[in-house]
């Protein structure tokens, strides 16, 4: 719930900033702790790498040898199922070569929301869980839709749409003053930072966080 709890503060969906900053731990630890380790580099190879966000991912700590070693090996090994395929046997169909493994990166993900979302859906009474669902940090609709089957009762639930109403009338609000201020009547009446930004939080509260914002260069945990 401390995770939780820091989501709330920084703003925006609580439960993909929980998400975000789990990929970005996993993938630091297996950087700089994991990439000799022949049980994860088996796991890897199952999965032939992580997805294409995850991957790209790796590119914010700066470890280029790590990157290099451990591609050199995924690499080598797709080089080699292909080459099997490409000597194989004529009139047979030969199979892809296929992950058998998700991606590693994406299982601590999906941990990590399951557990942000028990977490909030348990203490929807809770003072700072509700001034931030009704304020800068209500649930993006993915993963609202993904805690309504975890709420406990239909009274919390309905307490759970009534902080996601104010959130979402608060942000309306913004969205309509800035369309307003782009009007050259009212131009000189100003932006404010909060309106500024309400076209990019109109993004994520419906679609979930930006997934480049996980690319940025920072602690691995941030």
């Not at 998400?19 to 580099?41: C, H, I, K, M, T």
């Not at 992580?50 to 590119?59: E, Q, V």
């Not at 608060?170 to 307003?180: M, S």
């Amino acid at each position: 719930m401390v995770k939780v709890r820091e989501a709330l503060r920084r703003g925006g969906c609580p439960v993909c900033r929980v998400a975000s900053a789990s990929a970005r731990r996993y993938l630091w630890g297996f950087l700089y702790e994991q990439v000799n380790d022949p049980e994860v580099r088996d796991t890897l190879r199952r999965s032939r790498g992580f997805c294409r966000h995850h991957a790209w991912m790796l590119t914010q700590f700066y470890d280029t040898l790590g990157v290099s070693i451990v591609h050199h090996h995924l690499v080598r090994d797709l080089a080699q199922d292909l080459r099997a395929v490409a000597g194989g046997a004529r009139g047979l169909r030969p199979r892809a070569p296929a992950r058998t493994q998700p991606c590693p990166a994406c299982r601590v993900v999906r941990q990590s929301e399951q557990n942000a979302l028990e977490a909030l859906v348990q203490r929807l009474d809770d003072e700072q869980v509700r001034a931030g669902l009704a304020g800068d940090a209500p649930l993006c609709l993915p993963h609202l839709l993904a805690a309504w089957d975890r709420v406990p009762d239909a009274a919390a639930l309905r307490r759970l749409a009534a902080l996601q109403v104010s959130a979402l009338e608060a942000l309306g609000r913004q969205l309509e003053e800035f369309i307003r201020k782009q009007d050259y009547r009212f131009r000189h009446e100003g932006v404010s930072a909060q309106e500024g930004t309400a076209w990019l939080r109109a993004l994520e509260v419906l679609a979930g966080s930006d997934p480049l914002e996980d690319r940025r260069p920072g602690e691995p945990g941030g």
